[in-house]
C-alpha cells in the first residue's frame, strides 16, 4: 500500500514562502510521479504542479515562475517550494503519487492521473 505523507504546512504571510514535502515508505520515488493538488471548501481540487521519474515538471499557469517542484533521492521527498504566495494560495494541499512509472519525462496535472493520495497539509496566508 502506497500511502504519501505531506509536511510542511502551515501559517504564512502573503508574499511568503513556504516548501511543502511529500514521502511516502516502502517506496522509491524516483519511480514514481509525484503530484500537488489544492483544495479549498466548496471548489475542486486542481492541480498545481507535478515531477515525472525522469524529472519532467509540470506546473499550473498561474503558479509558474513561483513555484517550484524537486525530490531529494537520498531523503526520499519531493518538495513543492512556494514562492510570493498570494491570497489565492491558501488551501489543504495533497500530494498524490502513481507508480512505479520509470523513464517518464511528462507528468499530468489531473487529479485523474494519481491513484495514491496523501491526507492533505493546511496552507494558510494572512494578508
Known amino acids: 500500500q502506497v500511502q504519501p505523507v505531506e509536511s510542511g504546512g502551515g501559517l504564512v504571510h502573503s508574499g511568503g514562502s513556504l516548501r511543502l514535502s511529500c514521502t511516502a515508505s516502502g517506496i522509491s520515488l524516483e519511480d514514481y510521479t509525484v503530484g500537488w493538488f ?3 471548501p ?3 481540487r486542481e492541480g498545481v504542479a507535478c515531477l515525472s521519474s525522469s524529472s519532467g515538471k509540470n506546473f499550473k499557469d498561474s503558479v509558474k515562475g513561483r513555484f517550484t517542484i ?3 533521492d537520498v531523503a526520499n521527498t519531493v518538495s513543492l517550494h512556494m514562492n510570493t504566495l498570494t491570497p489565492a494560495a491558501p488551501g489543504v494541499y495533497f500530494c498524490a503519487m502513481e507508480g512505479p512509472i520509470l523513464r517518464v519525462g511528462r507528468c499530468f496535472i489531473s487529479d485523474s492521473v494519481y491513484t495514491h493520495w496523501g ?3 493546511q496552507v494558510t496566508v494572512s494578508s
Do not use: L
Open 38 to 40: 489544492r483544495q479549498v
Open 42 to 44: 466548496g471548489k475542486e
Open 70 to 72: 524537486s525530490r531529494d
Open 119 to 121: 491526507q492533505g497539509t
